[in-house]
């Protein structure tokens, strides 16, 4: 036999590469599955994160096909086990989708329909999950007892990582918003495709990820009791509920070392949250509304084993009398992983909120490490095409987004040092007189920024030329926060500066559905 396992193999727990039962434990930590099943045979222990990982199953069984039996046990808390019980039954579509399949799990088409139909064919799925350790114990020894010969000769198929094109970025520092989460994650992912960069993982040189450095997510509405949850997730509104109390509840789940709501609910027996709405009652401009995941002793026993939680910090704050709050993760998977964290954290935000009396403002998600995994490219880009400008509302018709930072108007007024002049001038072109005397007065482009409630005049720019107000605006500093409007902002002064050299000043209008000047 070849050298095996072909894949993962450092993260696997091997026994017996000639037995006929590998276990698949999901979220369940595989060495303490391991110590469970120390006096029982069996071929491999491995853990079952998600679907994508159902690919590298199907390559190691293939190199190693005397394995005919897959227990499922443990925690299958992303329903990846379920995705393998679905590929057993309904198999995969014309484009290597599971059918049947919630979370859109999809199997690399490098492996063929037909090695899939016989992996279906041959290798039995045992399905224990919510079993007792008992149940998983006398099943796994009665079947590596059973003689079964090897379903097909030793077969490694073809790899095929697609790398998308990286565009050249600043790499680090990235905010993207929304209205809603399924907003914010359909832009999220778009910035990956295009600018994240290649790399490789700990787990295997064939897995292939993009990655952007820190990039900050902010969702400014959405109730988190009716969220918005369109049929482009990878995830049904029944894996976000059973999900929810990962990060709600410190109840111990069985097999696995932590939740973040344990970590965040009962840390060495102190309720971080709890602490946080108390303070936030006898404090709100406090400054220490903060609770943490980590466990320093525990996550670093290990240096090059193991893992610190992903979500690493809460932050909270009163400001203006809202309740806002920044998560920090470490890392974080952004197809399959963030929108789970970000609707679960953004209930945990409403239960602080509610609890300390005060409304909810914005949610902040900072992540250090975003990135999509290679398996995931062909479902992200499908994602992105069929929603991405549907969703967004990308046309000046369909969607206006009010920039926080202010409002701008654009106007055309006569030089300061025309004086009565213009007055005068302007009377009689109300008149319809005098149109021709209007290509001798000089004019300058006014532009004013106001405060977005459409009060206060907050700043004013003035100029001969739309480069001269330009120039103005961006060296003293960043006046507003949306790009779409820095655009906007652009053609309409060089409108203004066409309109004052060609005399048509009468006819400009900052509204450009009301004027034919181009």
């Not at 840390?267 to 220490?288: A, E, W, Y």
């Not at 002064?493 to 400009?508: C, H, P, S, W």
């Amino acid at each position: 036999m070849m050298d095996w396992p072909i894949l993962y193999k450092n993260v696997l727990e091997v026994k017996d590469p000639e037995s006929p039962v590998g276990v698949a434990v999901m979220w369940t930590e595989r060495h303490v599955v391991a110590d469970m099943l120390k006096n029982t045979n069996y071929c491999a222990i491995g853990n079952l994160y998600s679907s994508a990982g159902i690919s590298a199953m199907i390559r190691n069984i293939y190199a190693n096909p005397h394995i005919r039996k897959i227990v499922l046990w443990g925690a299958d808390l992303s329903r990846s086990g379920q995705a393998l019980l679905a590929l057993k039954e309904h198999g995969v579509d014309s484009n290597f989708f599971i059918i049947g399949d919630e979370k859109k799990g999809q199997i690399e088409k490098e492996i063929g329909h037909d090695a899939i139909d016989l992996f279906r064919k041959s290798v039995e799925i045992i399905n224990l999950r919510g079993k007792r350790v008992s149940d998983l114990v006398s099943n796994v020894r009665s079947l590596s007892n059973e003689v079964v010969k090897p379903f097909s000769s030793p077969k490694v198929f073809p790899t095929s990582r697609p790398k998308p094109f990286t565009f050249p970025s600043e790499q680090i520092g990235f905010r993207v918003h929304g209205t809603t989460a399924a907003q914010t994650w359909l832009k999220i992912l778009n910035n990956i495709l295009r600018y994240g960069r290649n790399k490789t993982t700990r787990y295997t040189q064939e897995n292939e990820l993009k990655e952007l450095l820190n990039v900050m997510a902010v969702v400014y509405g959405e109730d988190p009791e009716k969220p918005y949850l369109p049929h482009f997730f990878p995830f049904s509104e029944k894996d976000l509920t059973t999900y929810y109390p990962q990060v709600l509840s410190a109840k111990q789940i069985p097999g696995i070392a932590y939740t973040y709501g344990q970590r965040l609910r009962n840390h060495d027996g102190v309720d971080q949250i709890q602490n946080i709405i108390d303070l936030i009652k006898t404090r709100p401009f406090s400054k220490k509304m903060v609770a943490f995941t980590a466990n320093v002793k525990e996550d670093w026993s290990v240096v090059n084993k193991g893992d610190t939680p992903c979500l690493t910090q809460i932050l909270c704050s009163v400001q203006d009398g809202k309740l806002f709050m920044t998560t920090h993760f470490r890392s974080q998977d952004m197809v399959h992983g963030w929108p789970r964290n970000v609707f679960s954290l953004r209930k945990l935000q409403k239960l602080i909120a509610d609890a300390s009396g005060y409304p909810m403002g914005a949610f902040v998600m900072i992540t250090h490490s975003a990135h999509i995994y290679s398996d995931d490219y062909e479902l992200v880009e499908k994602i992105l095409a069929e929603n991405l400008t549907r969703e967004l509302g990308y046309t000046s018709r369909q969607m206006f987004e009010e920039d926080a930072r202010g409002n701008i108007t654009i106007d055309i007024e006569p030089a300061s040092d025309t004086g009565n002049q213009a007055i005068k001038l302007d009377q009689k072109r109300k008149r319809g007189r005098l149109r021709k005397d209007f290509r001798n007065l000089e004019y300058e482009i006014v532009l004013k920024i106001y405060a977005p409630n459409g009060g206060l005049l907050l700043k004013e720019w003035r100029g001969k030329t739309a480069m001269d107000i330009y120039i103005d605006m961006v060296n003293i500093g960043d006046y507003l926060v949306l790009p779409s409007h820095l655009i906007y902002i652009g053609s309409e002064l060089q409108r203004a500066e066409y309109a004052i050299k060609t005399g048509q000043v009468d006819k400009f209008s900052q509204d450009p559905a009301a004027n034919k000047i181009l």
